[in-house]
């Protein structure tokens, strides 16, 4: 009998020979990489400014060479105070879907995280964070959209004709674990400038992946996760951020390196708070991705495009995906809200 991966990739050879094979390999990624704390760093969850904050994020990607790959996920952070120090417990909420490929392979998966940020200089709101985060996987995809060599005869393709293959289950679930740490902490005029990095590790049960109960020790890789950034502030209207990231899992590795400079308004000519972004990011070996981003107040909208760089360049036209983002970010009105307007933590 063939393997299930036999049979994906002689179905989808056309699609293989396009796209690089990491894609296969690792995990959903976003290129706005630094939205998505619980899946880039457990500990990074409650290390905004505010009391809450709500993401969605969506990505279309390869739809101008092939069944595009999309990706959308939302998310849900709040933090809170621990007594009367200034340690405080970050809390997450977050689900995906996702979809590729011409036999429409599917991910569903729902996780919660934890964070505990410990308060090391109040001067300079510095905080040693360590997160974990639990979560359920599904994984499916579509055997009437996928295509057999005994399917083809002198005739061309017939679909009735008998595919002579025999399948499990086309739809898995799974509970998979991550684990994280990161150190944050400001300093500058009224502690205006970030400073932050982490390290995380995911799949750490190490779920089987595959669809056929009887292929025991075909593992998920463990996913390592290296993350830092900047946030500084130049003066009252610019400033400039950089951030960078790191993932190895398996035999694949993925480094994307970029920043974005901030304009922001005249706050005493105007009631809103308006500050507009733009910046580049630069996914090493396989895409540009430049950034337009704004902040009205408490709610930021932005988008991006990757402009494809790699050996694919030929059929892509520089032409990778899209991605946009919407963030919410607030404060609750309870006593304890001058605590969130003091302890900022940013990513």
């Given at each position: 009998m063939k393997t299930l991966q036999k049979i994906i990739y002689r179905n989808a050879l056309s699609l293989l020979l396009l796209i690089p094979f990491y894609t296969w390999a690792q995990d959903i990624h976003y290129s706005q990489f630094y939205e998505t704390s619980i899946l880039r760093n457990p500990a990074l969850t409650g290390v905004f400014n505010g009391d809450y904050r709500v993401s969605m994020i969506y990505r279309n990607q390869w739809n101008s060479i092939s069944a595009p790959f999309q990706t959308a996920q939302a998310a849900l952070e709040c933090k809170k105070q621990i007594?009367?120090?200034?340690?405080?417990?970050?809390?997450?909420?977050?689900?995906?879907?996702d979809k590729t490929g011409s036999i429409n392979l599917r991910t569903l998966s729902g996780s919660v995280a934890i964070s505990y940020n410990k308060s090391i200089n109040e001067a300079h709101n510095s905080f040693l964070s360590l997160g974990l985060m639990g979560g359920y996987i599904q994984r499916s995809f579509d055997v009437s959209k996928m295509?057999?060599?005994?399917?083809?005869g002198p005739g061309g393709y017939n679909p009735g004709n008998p595919t002579g293959e025999s399948f499990g289950n086309p739809k898995v679930s799974q509970m998979d674990f991550g684990a994280g740490i990161n150190y944050s902490t400001n300093n500058g005029p009224e502690n205006a400038n970030n400073y932050m990095i982490g390290f995380s590790a995911y799949h750490l049960t190490r779920p089987e992946n595959t669809f056929y109960s009887d292929n025991a020790g075909i593992k998920k890789d463990l996913r390592w996760n290296l993350n830092a950034s900047t946030n500084r502030l130049i003066n009252e209207?610019?400033?400039?951020?950089?951030?960078?990231?790191f993932s190895l899992q398996g035999n694949y590795n993925e480094t994307i390196l970029g920043g974005l400079v901030g304009r922001k308004n005249d706050e005493a000519a105007?009631?809103?708070?308006?500050?507009?972004y733009a910046g580049c990011f630069y996914r090493i070996g396989d895409a540009l991705i430049p950034v337009v981003k704004v902040d009205y107040n408490q709610l930021t909208f932005a988008a991006s495009y990757d402009m494809n760089v790699s050996k694919l360049k030929a059929a892509s036209n520089l032409r990778g995906g899209f991605e946009i983002s919407i963030i919410k970010t607030g404060i609750l009105n309870d006593p304890q809200k001058g605590f969130s307007k003091t302890v900022c933590p940013r990513r």
């Open positions: 007594g009367e120090s200034q340690d405080f417990i970050g809390f997450g909420v977050l689900g995906f879907y295509t057999f060599d005994n399917q083809y209207m610019w400033s400039v951020q950089f951030q960078g990231n105007s009631e809103s708070v308006l500050i507009f």
